[in-house]
């Protein structure tokens, strides 16, 4: 019997998606100074991100690029530097990633949408909103695989982030200024 995720051609079985099954996951941890971005309505130096990727560069900055690879799956992980829990035992305001728009860095434009995908999303399964209460801090993360036909390069991105506030309904809603980035390299 062949897998779903393989497909015979010329007598040899090859993956649908090379690279995609076996592989190590990469989490891209972004930490936000929620403060000090709802006060400036900027997230210029107030946004952090690391990575689990090897040879990537710009850890701790927010133009980090990831290293990765065609079918490679991808977690956006997002949250508060202030991560402890209050006296009156809630937490505080979270970060929300509402979107990653990747952009036309061979245009030579980096502020333009790429025509073309990157990433295809990795929808939540669940709900994580109505899981929340008082006691379990949530975090917020948008996960995606690098297309198995992305060439090997570097793809720009910014982050279309949300921000709750202490005691407000009303969200603030930033993009990132300096770019991150994904390198993507061949198998």
């Known amino acids: ?6 497909r015979a051609r010329a007598g040899t079985i090859e993956k649908q998606n090379p690279g995609q099954l076996n592989s190590v996951q990469l989490n891209i941890v972004t930490l936000v100074d929620m403060e000090k971005a709802v006060e400036h309505k900027s997230l210029a130096g107030a946004m952090y991100m690391v990575d689990n990727s090897i040879g990537g560069t710009g850890q ?3 133009k980090l690029e990831t290293v990765c ?5 991808l977690n956006w992980i ?5 991560m402890e829990r209050r006296r009156d035992g809630t937490w505080p305001p ?4 509402n979107n990653i728009v990747f952009l036309d860095t061979e245009a030579g434009d980096e502020e333009d949408v790429a025509e073309k995908k990157v990433c295809i999303e ?4 669940g709900g994580p909103d109505r899981m929340r209460d008082a006691l379990t801090p949530v975090y917020y993360y948008w996960a995606g695989t690098v297309l198995s036909t992305a060439k090997p390069g570097v793809y720009r991105y910014r982050l279309v982030v949300e921000l709750e ?14 770019h991150p980035a994904i ?3 061949s198998i």
Not at 1 to 6: D, F, L
Not at 78 to 82: F, N, V, Y
Not at 122 to 125: I, P, Q, T
Not at 165 to 178: A, F, I, M, P, S
Request: charged residues 25%; proline residues 9%.
């Open 78 to 82: 997002i949250r508060p530097i202030d």
């Open 122 to 125: 990795l929808k939540v399964y």
């Open 165 to 178: 506030q202490d005691g407000k309904k009303e969200r603030v809603y930033l993009n990132t200024e300096g």
């Open 1 to 6: 019997m062949v897998m779903p995720s393989t």
């Open 60 to 62: 701790g900055t927010a």
């Open 94 to 97: 979270m970060p929300k990633i």
């Open 69 to 73: 690879k065609p079918g490679q799956v």
């Open 183 to 185: 390198r993507v390299v």
